[in-house]
């Protein structure tokens, strides 16, 4: 039976991947029998893309029992209720992804169904209008959700945006405190044994070896073990993610301040992301090289900042895709290691929480037993899928004149991704498949968004009389501003409740 | 209203029955008036099925959507209550087990329930899973509850419950619904069905005597015939009999005898099973089989032979072939229950697909148009619902250690759907259990019927070893001290109906 556990697990990497998974095993596994080691290099940048999150961030942080007001302060984090959506679609546009509903189903009708007859018997408001976490922050303004279920505060949802180098250094500091070894070293080789090709060591450029029965690939881009080791192979999907680079600057906070959303401006060639934290904000423009050069590219960073520049642009490269496998032999990858998809959604930090929760569910003995691989591979690999589709979608509907944008509106699009777009349109369903991490609300924010009106709607919608109808939805529509004008800007929630120590 | 009005006028259901009022009285509560007249046509001369008189517990659901009241329905129906099924001679003659209506035990730390239980069983100090569970516990004991509203014991959280009942009673109560919020009965014999010239869309159902019933949406209740969906519009079957050999059945009722249990009981055959269902007033019996492996008359002889009271009326034979249709919804037909597939009672499914049927047509309500995409959305989920239902039933056949008949053995060596293999492959791996947050049958029931059939993971969960041996022991102990308090605690199945829910006799 149980005759070969695992004694000692082997994290490749520290960064964001590294620490989180790191934390979790330290909470979760670390005891006299199980042994975790990080082997890290200071000389090797971590990417710390990726500094806004999805509300799942939250689950983690509790299943590690953080305190949340600690960790708002380590990390310099801010509120988040969704993301900005500028220029996308067509230049001049603005929509909202915020993370909430449009309100309760009326009569066995769905809320977006009666915004759609609203629409039909002439009403043009905006869908947005029925949007807690839309209104709030249109307003600047945040408060975590009331418990109470009948409070018109109740009903959504946030995460957080945070330095993500600060993040991976509390995680450290969490792991280091539970047992979890850190190891500095540059990792120059990789050992298999003979017999089965399983990794036996990485050996460091001082030459000491270290050795383990698992090894998490946490090594970013570079997937040293998974791919440098491995040949796990990449699964390409640039035909529809065309962005391969990006670059990266903070600067000082201004413009609109801390707002409590992400903000995603669509460029020639890309988008920029803003991320406001309580110390500076992050920009970043992801680009496509086929279509904008990289000074082209730095000088329209550059030149659509909020504030001071505090550094110069970082570059990174990429390729949309994922890792054919994401577990083989003895080797795991998690993070960036095991693909990459824009940050758009901000959904990095979501796959690597569910890639160590996915590893805990299916976690092997020695052996690896290919059978709990292959499982855990097909779930990831639908995992990555889906998430790919819900970007897609951001992209592939769009008035732009640019050949980037044009080449986008005219990809042949994933089957999956063409059906679910063809019901929408239709009237209004969402399809969820296995898999879908973004709920029917993103999924509408987005089609609704971008413009989508389905032609029309559900006909149980026509059962309530229109006079109800028109009154149900002005009430909630008043609840909801009124409840939005009722809470505190972000800046002085986090005064009052979290405010972090300031940073030099 | 929308730009032009493309609002059904008239909804046709065709056949009663359990699907066809269901339908009715759903369809009558919920869009009556609003979509035109809704109306029924049924045959008294063309029998319902009527079997499938056990349920599931997301019942309860449909019955509050329609604000139906559960003491008055299971007076009503000859209802009794259901807290799981027992397995006889399944996975090995002589053997027992339960499926049980709700989860065992708590998880500790990372570990699942079972992971803990498996370790300490590997480890010679658990008892049997049914002790770490409420329903199973309650139904040994014959005693049945609902549970206490508000404020119950936390060991009441993992405890569902379903019903038996009469069908066909169960009909006639929905009728009396149905018709009471304005569905409209016709009785006659569908002869013919007229289909529009332009896009072969269901016209009209003419009856014997000549009568046309014109409507805009047909949802076709006829049973296996299929009148509609098949015989009218050819939307073809995809068959499962590879994996569910079974193509008949014979069903009897018996005079009760001793207590009213409070589960459905099915024992494993020679060349089937038989199911025991009992209800208030009668025991429900049948005998589902293969016909390749023995005769009508030598079932009929098994069947009445294991009665335990009085037979009540000679067997009535039924003929299927398991499987789905390839759309449950062709153009302007729905097709509801047996007409939209079959699948063995053995885990009282059917009556469950009819109603997330019905709710899912009031999520993908039709107008005139019949939009294709929305249409192919609710086939997807239809097509992956039954899909789910069959895999959990074929896990019944393919796991055990049976090989005593041909039908047995032909389990043992069938190959199966990849869906299935997976997850009979990771719990005989690892004990593993990976089931979606969606599906119909959730982990606890996989591994009752696993653990029930004879599966045996092969090695344990490494994470269950790092818990500290005394405090698995403590947490279990304490478990199954709380359900075996609880439950004898309860009140008896019999005195329970009685003092809430005694139907005349």
């Not at chain 2, 949406?217 to 939307?235: V, W």
Request: negative net charge; aromatic residues 10%.
């Amino acid at each position: 039976m149980l005759d070969q556990p695992i004694r000692k697990v082997v994290v490749v990497g520290g960064g964001t991947a590294g620490w989180m998974t790191a934390a979790a095993f330290s909470r979760l596994l670390v005891s006299p029998a199980v042994q975790v080691e990080v082997v890290e290099s200071e000389a090797i940048g971590t990417v710390g893309v990726g500094e806004a999150t999805i509300p799942t961030i939250r689950n983690f942080n509790e299943k590690l029992g953080l305190d949340e007001v600690e960790f708002i302060r380590q990390t310099q984090a801010s509120f988040k209720l969704g993301i900005d959506f500028r220029d996308w679609g067509r230049v001049g546009h603005r929509y909202f992804h915020g993370f909430g509903d449009f309100g309760a189903d009326h009569e066995q009708v769905q809320a977006h169904q009666l915004w759609r007859r609203l629409r039909a018997l002439g009403d043009d408001s905006s869908l947005e209008d029925w949007s807690l976490p839309t209104a709030a922050a249109a307003l600047n303004r945040f408060i975590p959700p009331s418990p109470d279920p009948r409070s018109p505060l109740h009903d959504y949802s946030y995460a957080y945006h945070f330095d993500a180098g600060l993040y991976a250094a509390f995680l450290r500091r969490y792991a280091e405190a539970r047992g979890v070894v850190r190891t500095e070293g540059r990792i120059v080789d990789v050992a298999l044994r003979g017999a089965d090709g399983f990794v036996e060591a990485v050996v460091l450029d001082d030459g000491r070896r270290v050795e383990g029965d698992l090894f998490i690939d946490c090594s970013g881009f570079r997937a040293l073990l998974i791919e440098g080791t491995l040949k796990a192979g990449f699964e390409d999907w640039s035909r529809w993610l065309p962005c391969d680079r990006a670059l990266a600057v903070p600067c000082k906070l201004g413009g609109d301040g801390l707002t409590p959303y992400t903000r995603s401006t669509a460029r020639e060639a890309g988008w920029q992301w803003r991320i406001p934290l309580q110390h500076r904000i992050g920009n970043g423009y992801v680009y496509s090289s086929a279509f904008v050069d990289d000074q082209r590219a730095a000088d329209t960073l550059m030149s659509n900042l909020d504030g001071d520049a505090l550094d110069d642009p970082r570059p990174l490269r990429f390729l949309a895709g994922r890792r054919k496998k994401f577990w083989d032999r003895n080797v795991v990858a998690v993070g960036l290691s095991g693909g990459f998809l824009e940050p758009l959604e901000s959904t990095s930090i979501s796959l690597i929480q569910n890639g160590v929760a996915r590893l805990l569910e299916f976690f092997p003995d020695r052996r690896c037993d290919p059978l709990l691989a292959d499982e855990f591979n097909r779930v990831s690999a639908q995992e990555y899928e889906r998430i790919r589709d819900f970007i897609i979608l951001h992209y592939c509907i769009n008035q732009r004149d640019e050949p980037m944008w044009r080449q986008v509106r005219e990809v042949e699009l994933p089957d999956s991704l063409q059906a679910k777009i063809a019901l929408y349109k239709a009237r209004g369903h969402v399809a969820i498949h296995e898999g879908d991490g973004f709920a029917r609300p993103s999924w509408i924010s987005i089609y609704n968004g971008l413009g989508v009106v389905p032609e029309t709607y559900d006909p149980l919608a026509d059962r309530i009389p229109e006079a109800e109808l028109r009154r149900l939805m002005d009430q909630r529509r008043a609840v909801i501003r009124h409840a939005a004008q009722s809470i505190p800007t972000q800046a002085a929630f986090i005064a009052q409740h979290c405010a972090a120590e300031p940073i030099g | 209203m929308q730009d032009t009005d493309r609002s059904l006028r008239k909804i046709v259901v065709v056949g009663g029955g359990t699907a066809g009022w269901m339908a009715a009285a759903a369809l009558s509560q919920l869009v009556g008036g609003r979509f035109g007249a809704i109306e029924v046509v049924e045959s008294d001369e063309i029998g319902t099925v009527g079997v499938g008189e056990a349920t599931i517990p997301p019942l309860h659901l449909f019955h509050a959507l329609l604000g139906i009241d559960e003491n008055a329905f299971v007076r009503a129906t000859q209802g009794a209550f259901k807290l799981g099924i027992e397995f006889r001679d399944w996975g090995r003659k002589g053997g027992r087990y339960f499926h049980p209506f709700g989860a065992y035990g708590a998880p500790m730390g990372l570990s699942p329930f079972h992971q803990t239980w498996l370790r300490a069983r590997a480890e010679g100090v658990a008892d049997d899973l049914d002790a770490y569970n409420l329903a199973a516990s309650a139904a040994a004991l014959n005693r049945f509850v609902r549970p206490p509203a508000g404020q119950a014991p936390p060991v009441f959280s993992t405890f569902g419950y379903a019903f038996h009942f009469d069908a066909s009673l169960y009909a006639k109560f929905l009728r009396r619904f149905a018709e009471a919020r304005g569905a409209r009965r016709t009785e006659g014999k569908i002869v013919d069905v007229a289909l529009r010239d332009e896009d072969g869309f269901v016209e009209a159902v003419t009856l014997e005597d000549g009568r046309r019933v014109e409507g805009d949406f047909f949802i076709d209740c006829s049973g296996f015939r299929g009148l509609l969906i098949e015989q009218a519009l050819k939307t073809g079957y995809e068959d499962w009999s590879r994996w569910l050999p079974c193509d008949r059945a014979l069903a009897v009722p018996s005079a009760n005898a001793g207590p009213l249990t409070p589960y459905t009981r099915s024992t494993a055959e020679a060349a089937g099973w038989r199911w025991r269902i009992p209800l208030q007033h009668r025991t429900g019996n049948g005998h589902v089989y293969c016909s390749a492996h023995i005769s009508d008359d030598e079932a009929a002889s098994a069947l009445l032979a294991g009665l335990d009271g009085e037979a009540l009326a000679d067997p009535r034979p039924l003929r299927f072939t398991p499987g789905r249709r390839r759309k449950a919804w062709n153009r302007n037909v729905l097709a509801l229950g047996l007409a939209s597939g079959f699948i063995e009672p053995l885990e009282s499914t059917s009556i469950h697909l009819i109603q997330t049927a019905i709710t899912r047509l009031f999520s993908y309500f039709p107008d005139r148009d019949f939009d294709p995409a929305t249409v192919d959305e609710y086939n997807r989920l239809s097509a992956q619902e039954f899909e789910e239902a069959r895999d959990f039933v074929i896990l019944h056949y393919a796991v055990g250690e049976r090989d005593d008949t041909e039908l047995w053995r032909y389990c043992q060596a069938m190959s199966l759907p990849d869906s299935l293999r997976r997850k009979i492959d990771l719990y005989r791996g690892h004990g593993r259990i990976h089931v979606l947050p969606n599906e119909l049958f959730k982990e606890h029931s996989w591994l009752a019927v696993l653990e029930g059939q004879g599966a045996r993971p092969e090695r344990l969960d490494p994470l269950a070893s790092l818990i500290d041996g005394a405090a698995l022991r403590g947490q279990l102990g304490a478990i199954q001290a709380a359900v075996r308090q609880t439950a004898q605690a309860l009140p008896s199945h019999e005195a329970f109906i009685a003092s809430h829910c005694r139907a005349e006799a």
